[in-house]
C-alpha cells in the first residue's frame, strides 16, 4: 500500500533514515516511492496500515500519514487518480463526521480558494456531518510549490516567478497516525535540570535514540555519557541505560552543599541524586537507569561480550572538551607512588593522569570496542564532526559493523554527522576498502592529534585575520 | 553500583583482565523500582552465570539458583522478580571492588564506582 508522509523541514538528511531505522524496528520493509529534500511530502509503500501506523507512531521527523488517495500534478489529473484509487471506498464513509484539510507548502490560499479546493472533491458523496474537532476521518490535500529556498530568485522583484504560482505536486491523504513530535517539548534542554554545554538538544537525541533502534527490555550503554541525554532518550523509548566518563564530574554535578567534601554525589542526609540520575527522575523513567561509572574507553573495565544492544556516543571533539586518555604525555609515571607507604592512588582526592588522545584513534577505539560488546544486528550511533574543507569525507570503518545510514548536521564552517552502524553475524563481513586508512599524526599534543581541532582553530585565525584586513583597508 | 553492571566488568589493568571482581566493604541500599520482565529476560542469556553465584554469595545473597533459569523458568514471574530484586534493585552504595588475581582495588563512593587507572600500571 501506498502512504502519504508529512515530515518537518528540519534535519533533511535525517528523515529518511528515521523512518528507514523504525520500519526495520517493527520488522517492516519500506521503500520511498517519492522523495524530495526540498519537499515536506514523501510517499512510501508499507505493507498496511497497521504497519503505517507503528512505524510512524515513534517517529520524530515525521508529522503525520496518511493513506495515499492521490496524487498529480494538477487538480484535474489529481481527481482522476482520486477516482480511480478510492472509489471503492467511498461507500463505507458515507455517513461518518469528517473534515477536509490544504496544507499549502511554500503556497497560500485565500479562505475563497480553500474552500473552492474542497468543494471539488465533493464527488465523493460523503453525506456525513463536516465536524472541525475530532471528525471521524480527516482528509489533507497537500500542494507543493518551489519553494523561494529551492529556486533563489535572482532578481528581487516583488513579481513571483511564474513557477511558482502553481504548486508542482497535489497529494489527497486519508489521515491515519501522528508522529512524536511532541515529545521533544517535554524533553526540552531548558526544562531539564542537569545539562552542561555539551548536551545535545532534545530532537537529536530523540532521532539518535530511533536510529539505535532503543526499545523496551534493551541495554543501552553510552562510553562519553556526560549528562546523559543520550541516556534519556533511549530511556523514553524504554531501554535500560548504562554510562561512563573519564571525568566523573561530568555526569555527578556540583552538589552545592557538599561541594569541597568529595561527597558531592549523593548526599547521604538529603538523598539527592547524583545529577545524570536526577534527569531520569525528573521524567519518570528512573527505573531505566542501570548506572555510571568512571572509566576511559582505552582502558574499559567492560569485559569482552555480546551483551549491549546499543551504544550511542557523541565522543568530544577536542574543541572545547579535551579529548584525553590515561597516561601521562611525557612518559613519565610508570612507578608506583607511595605516600606513608600507602599508595597514592588509593587515597582520597587521587587524580589519575590524562593525556592527550589522537582524534582517529578514538573513533577505531569506538569501534573495535562496539564489535566486540554488541549483540548480533545491535546497532551503534556515533556523531562525528568534521571541518567543511575536508575534501572527500571517509567514515571510519570496522569488519564487523555494516554501515546503515550517514546523515548531515550543516554548521558555519563545521558540520557533525552521525553515522549508524549495525553488528554483523559472526562469520559475515563488510566491505572496508573504502574506509578510512588515516592515522593521527604523530605528536604529544593536543593540537598534533587532533585534525579537526586544528583545522577548526586555523580556519578561524584565518578568518580573524582575513577580517582584520578589512578593518584596516576601511 | 549495581549486580548487574558488576557482572560486565572486569579487572581494568590490560595484563590482568580478571573476572569477576569481588565486592569488599559493601554498603547495600535497596531501591524498589518498576518491574521489567522484559529486561531480565533478555538479559539472563548474556549473564555469566557462575560469575553471578559468586558475585551474589559474596554480598550474602545466597539463595540464587545453581543454574541459570532457561525455557520454562523464564515465564516464572517468582523468578524473574528475585532476579530483578537481585541485578538492578541492589545497589552498591560505597565499598571497593577488589581484583582477584592483581589485587587492585577500585572504589565504590556515593554508588559511583572509579575504573581509572594510575599512570604506573602498564597505560
Redesign the interface.
Known sequence: MEFLIRFAQAHETFRQPEIEALASLAGYKVDFLYYDKFSPYAVVKLPDEAAARAVISRSILAKDIFSLWGQATNYDDLHANVRRRTSHLWKDLKQVSFRFTVDAFAGKHTAEETRDIIQSFAYVGFEGPVRLKNPDEQFWVCEEYISDVEAPRSTRSAEPMPQLTRPKRIFLGRWLAHGSRDIMGKYDLKKRKFISTTSMDAELTLITANMAHAAPGKLFYDPFVGTGSFCVAAAHFGALNMGSDIDARSFKGKDPATVGNNKQVRDVRTGRSIGLLSNFEQYGIASKYVDAFTSDLTNTPIRVGQFLDGIVCDPPYGVREGLRVLGTRDGRGTEEVLIDGVPAHYLPGYIAPKKPYGFEAMQNDILTFASRTLVTDGRLCMWMPTSNDEVELVIPMHPDLEIVSVSVQPFNNWSRRLITYRRLPEGQVSDVSLGRQKYDAQGNYADDLNEFRRKYFTKNEKKLAKEQEKTHDE | ??V??SN???????DC?S?PLHFRDAKLELQE??F?A??I???IP?L?WDKLQITANELGFSNISDTKPNDDALNNEQILRDLHKLL?EVQI?EGKLICGDCGH???I????????????LG?
Do not use: W
Open positions: 553500583m549495581k548487574v553492571t560486565f566488568i572486569t579487572c581494568a589493568v590490560k583482565k573476572f523500582l518498576d521489567q522484559e529486561f529476560q533478555n538479559i548474556r555469566d538492578l552504595m582495588e577500585y572504589m563512593k556515593e554508588g559511583i564506582a572509579n575504573f581509572l587507572l594510575p599512570s604506573h597505560l
